[in-house]
C-alpha cells in the first residue's frame, strides 16, 4: 500500500468525522494551547498517572479477589498456613499472591502506585502551596485538590484494609476504635458499618464496594473537574524574562507537551513496575489471618495514615465522664484533630490569605518560595508537625533498634509535636529572609566569582560578574505582598467595638504578614566591604569587573 493512498484515507476519515462532531477547529485551537516549562509542574502528573496504574492493576485484582467473610479452610500451595482456618478474603489474597500468575506483581504494583498517588499528589500540592498557585483565580482548583487528598486517604484505608490479614485487621481495629469513640452516633455508625459487633461479617464486602466503585468514580470525576480547570484558567508559570499575568511562555500542546508527558508516563510505569518486581511490599503471607485476640509487634500503617497512629501513641490518657457518657479523649484529639486541622488549614488558607492582605486580583505568575516567608515558614512547619507524627509511629521500632527508653520516646515526641513546628517556622523564616538578601546583593554587586583582585592601595577583594539575564529577570519578577492601608480600617472604627477590634487586628495582621521584608535595592549600598569603593563601580552599582591579576601601584 503506498504512502499517498493510506494519508488520502485518513484524510477522508477526518473529514468524515469532523463534518459530524466539528472537532477539527476545537483540536486546531487547543493542540496549540501554550505550557510553560519548568520541571516543577511534571510532580502532579506522578499523581495522574500513578491513578491511571491504579485502575488498570485494580481492575486485573478484581477478576480474582473475593470480598468475603465466610471462614475457609485454606488449601493453597503456601504450606505454612495449610488447614488453616481464614477468611474468604485473606484465602483469595494468598491465592492471588502465589498461585495467581502475575498476581504477585499486579498487587505489588497496585500497592506501590497507591503510595506514589498519594505521594505525588502531597507534593503536588506543597508546590502549589509554597509558590502560591492557589490565589485567584484558582481557589476552586484548590478545594478540589483537598478533597482529592481526603478521599485518597479514605481510598487508601479502604483497600488497606480489604486483605483481612494479621496487620490490616489491626488498622481496622483503630478505625473500629475511633468510630466507637464519637459522641452520640459513634456505637450506631459502627453497627451500621460493621454490620454488628466488631468485626461483624460485612465490613469487606462494604469496604471493597466503597474502594472499587464509589469512590474511583468520584475521583476520576474529581481529576476530571481539576484538569479542565487548569487547562481552561491556564496554567500558571514561574517569573522569568517576558512573563507576565497576561502571557505564556512554554512550549505547545502539540508536540512538545504531549510527547514529554507520554515518555513521563512511560518512565512512571516502568518505575512502578521496576518497584513491583523487585522491592517486596506487603507481604500477606507472612502475617497470617487476622483474629481479634491476636496482634503483631512493630507494625506501622503506610506513611499517608502513621501520622494518626503517632498521634495516638503520644497522647495521654484522658477521660470525661459527664451523665452517664464518657468521652474518650485520648482516642477523639489524636484521630480526628491532626487531620482536622491539616485539611481544614488547607481549605481555609487562601481566603485567609486574601482577608489578611486585601489581595483579589488575579495572579498567573507564581511567587518564589523565598519571596513570601511567612507563607513559606507556615508550610515548612505543617510539614514539621505531620513528619514529627509520622516519625513517632515508629516509636516502638526506633526504641528497639536504637536501645532507648520507650517511655522517654514518647515524652520527647510529645514536647517535639509542639516545639518543631514553632522551630522550624523562625528557621525557615529567617532563611528565606537571608535568600532574598542574596537575590539583592546579587543584582546589586553581581555573583562571586572566586577571582581575588588586588587594588593598587593594597586591598584585596573579590572580582563580581554581573548575573545572567534570565537569572536576573526571575530575580526581579518578585512582587511585594499587600499590605492593607490603615484607612481601609478606619471606617470600621465608629462601629461596636466586637468589628472595630476586628479590623485592627485584621491591620495588624496584615503588616506583619505582607509588604517588602527585604528590597531588591537592599544590596546597592555602596563602600560595603569587599565589593570594591565607589569609584570602581559600574553606573549600575555593581563591583567593578576585573580579569583578577594582580595590580600593583607604580613605583
Given at each position: 500500500?503506498?504512502t499517498?493512498s493510506?494519508?488520502?484515507?485518513l ?12 472537532a ?22 506522578i ?14 485484582l ?11 479452610v485454606?488449601?493453597g500451595?503456601?504450606?505454612?498456613l495449610?488447614?488453616v ?5 485473606y484465602a ?6 502465589l ?5 504477585l ?6 500497592h ?5 498517588f ?42 488497606y ?5 494479621l ?7 483503630i ?27 460485612d465490613?469487606?464486602?462494604?469496604f471493597y ?24 484558567l491556564k496554567?500558571t508559570?514561574m ?20 510527547v514529554?508527558?507520554?515518555a ?19 507481604p500477606?503471607?507472612?502475617?497470617g ?20 497512629d503517632?498521634s495516638?501513641r503520644?497522647?495521654p ?7 452517664s457518657?464518657?468521652?474518650p479523649?485520648s482516642?477523639?484529639?489524636?484521630a ?16 485567609i ?25 507556615i508550610?515548612?512547619s505543617?510539614?514539621?508537625f ?6 513517632m ?9 536504637f ?12 514536647v517535639?509535636?509542639?516545639l ?10 529567617r ?7 542574596r ?6 554587586h ?5 577571582v ?12 563580581h ?28 472604627r ?9 479590623r ?5 495582621m ?7 521584608k ?9 563602600g560595603r566591604?569587599?565589593h570594591?569603593?565607589?569609584e570602581?563601580?559600574d ?10 591579576t ?6
Open positions: 500500500m503506498s499517498g493510506t494519508s488520502g484515507r484524510a477522508r476519515a477526518g473529514v468524515f468525522f469532523d463534518a459530524r462532531l466539528g477539527a477547529t476545537f483540536l486546531k485551537r487547543n493542540m496549540r494551547k501554550i505550557f510553560p516549562d519548568h520541571w516543577t509542574f511534571l510532580l502532579g502528573e499523581a495522574l498517572y500513578t491513578f491511571i496504574i491504579l485502575l488498570l492493576t485494580g481492575t486485573f478484581t477478576f480474582f479477589f473475593k470480598p468475603g467473610m465466610n471462614e475457609v485454606y488449601n500451595s503456601y504450606s505454612p495449610k488447614g482456618l481464614m477468611s474468604e478474603a483469595s489474597s494468598l491465592d492471588l499472591s498461585d495467581v500468575r502475575g498476581g506483581l499486579m498487587r505489588q504494583m497496585h506501590w502506585a497507591a503510595l506514589l498519594i505521594g505525588g499528589m502531597m507534593i503536588h500540592m506543597l508546590r502549589v502551596f509554597f509558590n502560591g498557585a492557589y490565589r485567584k483565580p484558582r481557589e476552586l482548583n484548590w478545594l478540589i485538590g483537598v478533597a482529592l487528598l481526603a478521599l485518597a486517604l479514605l481510598e487508601g484505608l479502604t483497600g484494609s480489604l486483605l483481612d490479614d496487620l490490616s485487621g489491626a488498622g481496622l481495629r478505625t473500629a476504635g475511633v468510630m466507637q469513640a464519637l459522641p452520640v452516633v459513634g456505637t450506631w455508625l459502627t453497627f451500621i458499618l460493621f454490620g454488628g459487633e466488631y468485626p461483624g461479617q465490613i469487606i464486602a462494604r464496594s466503597i474502594h472499587i466503585l464509589l469512590l474511583p468514580a468520584v475521583l476520576l470525576a474529581l481529576i476530571t473537574a481539576h484538569l479542565i480547570l487548569t487547562w481552561v496554567h508559570q517569573p522569568g524574562k517576558g512573563r507576565t499575568n497576561h502571557n505564556v511562555v512554554g512550549a505547545p500542546t502539540y508536540p512538545s507537551f504531549m514529554k508527558s507520554g513521563y508516563f512511560m518512565f512512571t510505569f516502568g518505575v512502578v513496575a521496576l518497584l513491583g518486581a523487585s522491592a517486596q511490599i506487603n500477606v503471607w507472612l502475617y489471618p487476622y483474629t481479634p485476640a491476636d496482634i503483631s509487634a512493630g507494625t506501622q500503617p503506610d506513611f499517608y495514615l502513621a501520622f494518626l503517632g495516638l503520644l497522647m490518657s484522658w477521660e470525661i465522664n459527664f451523665l457518657f464518657t468521652l479523649m482516642v477523639l484529639i489524636p480526628l484533630v491532626p487531620l482536622g486541622v491539616i485539611l481544614t488549614g488547607l481549605v481555609l488558607y487562601p481566603f490569605e486574601q482577608w489578611i492582605t486585601g489581595d483579589y486580583r488575579e495572579h498567573h505568575i507564581v511567587d518564589r518560595p523565598r519571596n513570601n516567608p511567612h507563607r513559606t515558614a508550610g515548612v505543617a510539614v514539621t505531620y513528619g514529627i507524627l509520622w516519625l509511629a515508629s516509636n516502638d521500632v526506633i526504641a528497639a533498634v536501645h532507648l527508653s520507650l517511655n522517654k520516646m514518647i515524652y520527647i515526641g510529645r517535639l509535636v509542639f518543631g513546628p514553632a522551630l522550624a517556622y523562625f528557621a525557615t523564616y532563611i528565606c529572609l537571608g535568600l532574598q538578601r537575590d539583592a546583593d546579587a543584582l546589586g553581581g555573583v562571586e566569582t572566586g581575588i583582585k588586588r587594588r593598587p592601595a593594597g586591598e584585596y577583594i573579590e572580582v560578574v554581573p548575573s545572567l539575564e534570565s537569572i536576573e529577570a526571575q530575580v526581579r519578577g518578585k512582587e511585594p505582598i499587600p499590605v492593607l492601608e490603615e484607612a481601609a480600617v478606619d471606617g470600621a465608629s462601629r461596636g467595638g466586637k468589628h472595630r477590634r476586628l485592627e487586628l485584621r491591620l495588624r496584615s503588616r506583619a504578614y505582607g509588604g517588602e527585604v528590597p531588591l535595592d537592599a544590596g546597592d549600598h555602596d566591604e569587599g570594591g569603593a565607589p570602581e563601580r553606573r549600575s552599582g555593581r563591583a567593578a569587573v576585573g580579569r583578577g594582580d595590580e600593583k601601584s607604580p613605583p
